[in-house]
Each structure stands twice: as structure tokens, then as C-alpha cells.
């Protein structure tokens, strides 16, 4: 079978590498220092994605080349550019289709669910890391340099995922303690499941459609953070929780000293108002439909036995 090479080895990189693997194909999974899920069929190598010969070298022969790095939050002004740089250059050399994993920052505010024709209008620093990184990718696509595609969703869920739910509600709330949120907590929003992730990045990498644009993934109906708390706690049958609103001044001052609040601040939008994905366009495509909350909070709340 083809070989596919993923940058990162996080909640989407593993949960790609293991779908590629368990269709047949040829999987190899680059990380600084060789790490990632040990499975038979995944070949872990280490290296700096950001050094482009060591890419092109791990790459050569590949179909295709996936990005789904995640640098600290706080770095991202620093270490995307290079890394960005790194994958589309090696995409360009070794005819590998680009297939980057992304999110919403890019819109920044929007009125009304987001689609893939909004534009991307975000004035702040992490919308515009975002932004510049599809839109060097779309002009290299359409001068006929590389194949590219992007894959975007809203806030993740699912196991080992990161977000302010997961991070500052999820452990709280099942441990039966209170838990302040810099957040509307009756806003609808979008959680995007991360194997669903996965499985939009697999059947864009290998579909002449796809290329040339960006697709959101396939995202179950908004529900409010209030909404989401309460089901968690069903499932894991923990206390009712009691949940309250931050204040912004209390997560500016926040910022002062902790590096993640401070980063918040220019995505406070994204929480304090409604927040919704538009994923029709992937589930007309391509068939992929969205896998239910309940489902996706279930690897977050109930260990595995």
C-alpha cells in the first residue's frame, strides 16, 4: 500500500496514523523525538519537522503528507512559520498531497454559522498564523507547485484532547467542585470529535475533490458549555455540576502570569458568543457523518477497562 507521513503525534496524529494503518497503507509518523502510539504498522521516526531536508528525506516516495502539529499555544508566531514552511516545501519536492490540519481562528468573528466561503477575516495574531499558512499553501496549489487541502474544526473532544472544557471544566466538575469559565455558558457551540478529525483528514488526502480548498470537519449539532457539563456528569455519573462565569478582567489579570490565559484573551469571542460550524459540505462529499456527543465524551469520562 501507499505511504502516508504524519507531522505530530497528538490526539489527531495518533488517531490518523492508526486508521491509515488499519486500512493497510504504509504509515510513518515524524516527531521530535520518535514518539507516538506503538502499533506494528506505524513506523516512528524522529525528526525536526521544521528541517526540511530531514522532511523531504522521511517523505520521499509518499502520497501523502499530513500536518497535525501542534506547537505551545503561546509560540505560535514562532514556530508555526518554519514549520509551515518546512511541510510545503517538501510537499513541493516530493509531490506529496498537503493535508493540513486546522481550526476556525481564521474566521475570527463571525455572525451566523461558519462555512468553508466565509472569509478569513481575523485581525488577531494566532487567526493570522492560521490564515497566512492556508493561503501560502492555496497559491502554491493553484501555480501548480503542490497538491494541498485543509481540514478545519471547532473545539476538540474526545481522549487525550485539549481545550478549556477538557482543561479547566471536564476534571473539576467530575472531581465535584466548582469550576469558573471565561465563557457564555449558555452560548451554543460546536465540538468538533477528534476521530472524526481523523477520518476527514484520511478521505480528503485521497479524493482529487477535496484538493484546492479547505472542509469542515463533520461536527455533531452546538451545544452549550452548560449543555455539555451536564452530560458529562450523567455519563460519568458524578454530582450535578456548578459551573459560573469568569470574568474578562479576571482572565486579563489571569494573563499577567499564566502564558495559556494570557493566549485566551484574543479568543474570547469564540466563547462568549454563539460559536457554530457549518460541516454539510463534508457530509454531502465525502459521507462522513458526525459522531454524536454522547459518544465522543464517553472516551473522555469513562476509563477504559
Keep these: 500500500m501507499s505511504l502516508h507521513v504524519i507531522v505530530g503525534a497528538g490526539p489527531i496524529g495518533s488517531a490518523t496514523a492508526k486508521l491509515l494503518a488499519g486500512q493497510g497503507h504504509q504509515v510513518r509518523l515524524v516527531t521530535r523525538r520518535g514518539t507516538g502510539p506503538e502499533h506494528p504498522e506505524i513506523e516512528l521516526a524522529a525528526a525536526d519537522a521544521a528541517d526540511r531536508t530531514a522532511l523531504a528525506k522521511l517523505s520521499h516516495g509518499a502520497e501523502a503528507l499530513y500536518n497535525c502539529a501542534s506547537p505551545p499555544y503561546h509560540r505560535w508566531p514562532v514556530d508555526w512559520p518554519p514549520l509551515a514552511d518546512s511541510l510545503l516545501a517538501t510537499a513541493e519536492e516530493t509531490g506529496a498531497v498537503l493535508v493540513t490540519t486546522s481550526n476556525l481562528y481564521g ?36 501555480a501548480g507547485r503542490v497538491r494541498a487541502t485543509e481540514v478545519r474544526s471547532s473545539d476538540y473532544l474526545g481522549a487525550g484532547t485539549q481545550s478549556i472544557f477538557s482543561i479547566q471544566v471536564l476534571p473539576r466538575v467530575l472531581a465535584g467542585k466548582p469550576a469558573q469559565v471565561p465563557a457564555d455558558l449558555d452560548a451554543p457551540h460546536s465540538w468538533t470529535y477528534a476521530g472524526d478529525v481523523a477520518r476527514t483528514l484520511v478521505a ?102
Design 204 to 305: 480528503v488526502a485521497t479524493d482529487e475533490r477535496a484538493l484546492g480548498r479547505a472542509w469542515h470537519v463533520p461536527t455533531a449539532p452546538p451545544v452549550s458549555l452548560r449543555e455539555l457539563t451536564g452530560l458529562a456528569c450523567r455519563l460519568a455519573d458524578a454530582p450535578r455540576p456548578k459551573l459560573s462565569v469568569m470574568p474578562g478582567a479576571v482572565l486579563w489579570l489571569g494573563g499577567l502570569f499564566n502564558p495559556l490565559a494570557r493566549e485566551l484573551r484574543e479568543t474570547q469571542y469564540q466563547f462568549r458568543r454563539p460559536f457554530v460550524l457549518d460541516s454539510s459540505a463534508a457530509t454531502e462529499t465525502f459521507g462522513i457523518e458526525a459522531t454524536r456527543t454522547d459518544h465522543a465524551l464517553r472516551e473522555m469520562v469513562i476509563p477504559r477497562p
Design 107 to 142: 474566521y475570527g468573528p463571525v455572525d451566523g454559522p461558519m462555512t468553508e466561503r466565509a472569509p478569513l477575516g481575523s485581525t488577531g495574531v494566532k487567526g493570522g498564523v492560521r490564515r497566512r499558512m492556508w493561503l501560502d499553501a492555496l497559491a502554491a496549489h493553484e
